[in-house]
């Protein structure tokens, strides 16, 4: 079980870090993916961080605005979020499996989701 956790609603142009917290188990041997689902649109990839943080990749939409991290000894990962745009609107899930690597990743579990609205 994964959980995320910090959206909200923020301006255009502002910040927001999401965590993707696992419960039972460690996340430390795992690639963690992020994915978004906006109202209408089907999910799409955010991003990935391999188990040991020495690789990510992110969406063309998010790059260079997005960083994924993660801190093992907390068993978290990290999204954050800045320069936002109202198309950033959308629920973001952290999702893991039973692979270390992002290249042949397979999102095995899911969170639930996180609200993030970008809107004045």
């Known amino acids: 079980q994964v959980e995320e956790s910090g959206g909200g609603l923020v301006q255009p142009g502002g910040s927001l870090r999401l965590s993707c917290v696992a419960s039972?188990?460690?996340?430390?041997?795992?690639?963690i993916g992020w994915f978004r689902q906006a109202p209408g649109k089907e999910r799409e990839g955010v991003g990935c961080?391999?188990?040991?943080?020495?690789?990510?990749n992110y969406a063309d939409s998010v790059k260079g605005r997005f960083t994924i991290s993660r801190d093992n000894a907390k068993n978290t990962v990290y999204l954050s979020m800045n320069s936002l745009k109202p198309e950033d609107t959308a629920v973001y899930f952290c999702?893991?499996?039973?692979?270390?690597?992002?290249?042949?990743?397979?999102?095995?579990?899911w969170g639930q989701g996180t609200q993030v609205t970008v809107s004045s």
């Open positions: 961080i391999n188990y040991d943080s020495t690789y990510t």
């Open positions: 999702a893991g499996g039973s692979s270390r690597w992002c290249r042949d990743a397979r999102y095995e579990y």
């Open positions: 039972g188990f460690t996340l430390d041997h795992v690639a």
